[in-house]
């Protein structure tokens, strides 16, 4: 064997082993190796053996935000395989179990069916205990398969209310889908700070009906005068369950505002 041929022979085996070791590194089978993920919607796809194994991920929750995680069932059967979200901890795998989600699999559009094949969603229900940080969950299946998995931002955002010169501004909330759900409206100034953070609705029975809408403005809300900003709106519903239709009126002047989430401003 020649010097040169013998120098390529031990850099690809190097080349081999490094690369073996950095896919033992990768596996995400326990919590400690969970995958990052952006919580964009961007789908993760993966497989799970069968014998009861896990493959975990983690996403930054951010304060003032709402999260949807939602799982999908890529094998057949389904019945035999329906994917869902497993164990999960806020902050750090050593964090006792997190119990802050809500079960959203039935919400329109369902992630399963009446015989429970499918997927799975869960929402992160604001606020949340061991929150804002990290939130490490797995994904788990009955005996094995593949599956694809996102994390995807609820947050509504708002560039404009006011309440300068006389102005009010008004907000119809609606929501979508087939179960009741709430959510926290935060407005914040030109600086950036809050001027006023409150749950919709703000009374008994606490939630917006299926289907139903709530209404309420700056002057209900108690919000003092000359004032403007940015708002958010953060709920506990899966991805589309909110709609908000804004607007700031002064006289006779109504002047619409967008309130989307990130992925409509896209």
Same mark, same amino acid.
């Given at each position: 064997?020649t010097s040169?041929t013998?120098?390529?022979?031990?850099? $690809?085996?190097a080349?081999?082993?490094?690369?073996?070791a950095?896919?033992?590194?990768?596996? !995400?089978t326990?919590?400690?190796?969970?995958?990052?993920i952006?919580?964009?919607?961007?789908?993760?796809?993966?497989?799970? !053996?069968a014998g009861?194994?896990?493959?975990w991920?983690?996403?930054v929750?951010?304060?003032?935000r709402s999260?949807?995680?939602?799982i999908?069932?890529?094998?057949?059967?389904?019945?035999?395989s329906?994917?869902n979200?497993g164990?999960?901890?806020a902050g750090?795998?050593a964090?006792?179990?997190?119990?802050?989600?809500i079960?959203?699999? $039935?919400?329109e559009?369902?992630t399963?069916?009446a015989?429970?094949?499918?997927?799975d969603?869960e929402v992160i229900?604001?606020?949340?205990?061991?929150?804002p940080?990290?939130?490490f969950?797995?994904?788990?299946?009955?005996v094995?398969g593949? $599956?694809?998995?996102?994390?995807?931002?609820?947050?509504l955002?708002?560039?404009?209310w006011s309440?300068?010169?006389?102005?009010?501004?008004?907000?119809?909330i609606?929501n979508?889908? !087939?179960?009741?759900l709430?959510g926290?409206?935060?407005l914040f100034n030109?600086?950036?700070?809050i001027?006023?953070?409150v749950d919709?609705?703000?009374?008994a029975p606490?939630?917006?009906?299926?289907?139903?809408s709530y209404?309420?403005?700056?002057q209900?809300?108690?919000?003092a005068?000359?004032?403007s900003g940015?708002a958010v709106?953060f709920?506990?519903?899966p991805?589309?369950a909110?709609?908000?239709q804004?607007?700031?009126?002064r006289?006779?002047?109504?002047?619409?505002?967008?309130?989307?989430?990130?992925?409509q401003i896209?």
């Open positions: 064997m040169k013998a120098v390529g022979l031990v850099a $690809f085996t080349c081999l082993a490094l690369s073996g950095r896919s033992a590194g990768a596996d !995400n326990s919590c400690e190796n969970a995958i990052l952006v919580p964009d919607g961007s789908a993760h796809a993966g497989t799970i !053996n009861g194994e896990r493959r991920f983690k996403f929750n951010k304060a003032n999260y949807s995680v939602e999908e069932n890529l094998s057949a059967p389904d019945v035999a329906e994917a979200m164990d999960s901890h750090s795998c964090a006792v179990q997190f119990g802050g989600t079960p959203r699999s $039935f919400a559009p369902a399963k069916d015989a429970f094949a499918g997927g969603r229900q604001p606020p949340s205990p061991g929150l940080g990290d939130l969950f797995s994904v788990s299946q009955n094995g593949e $599956f694809r998995v996102r994390v995807e931002e609820t947050t955002y708002s560039p404009g309440t300068r010169l006389g102005a009010v501004t008004y907000w119809a609606q979508t889908i !087939n179960e009741p709430f926290t409206l935060v030109a600086a950036g700070s001027v006023l953070k919709l609705p703000p009374t606490f939630n917006i009906p299926a289907g139903g209404t309420t403005d700056t209900s809300l108690g919000v005068a000359n004032q940015s709106f709920h506990n519903g991805p589309g909110v709609q908000i804004a607007e700031v009126r006289q006779q002047v109504i002047e619409p505002v967008s309130f989307q989430t990130k992925s896209r």
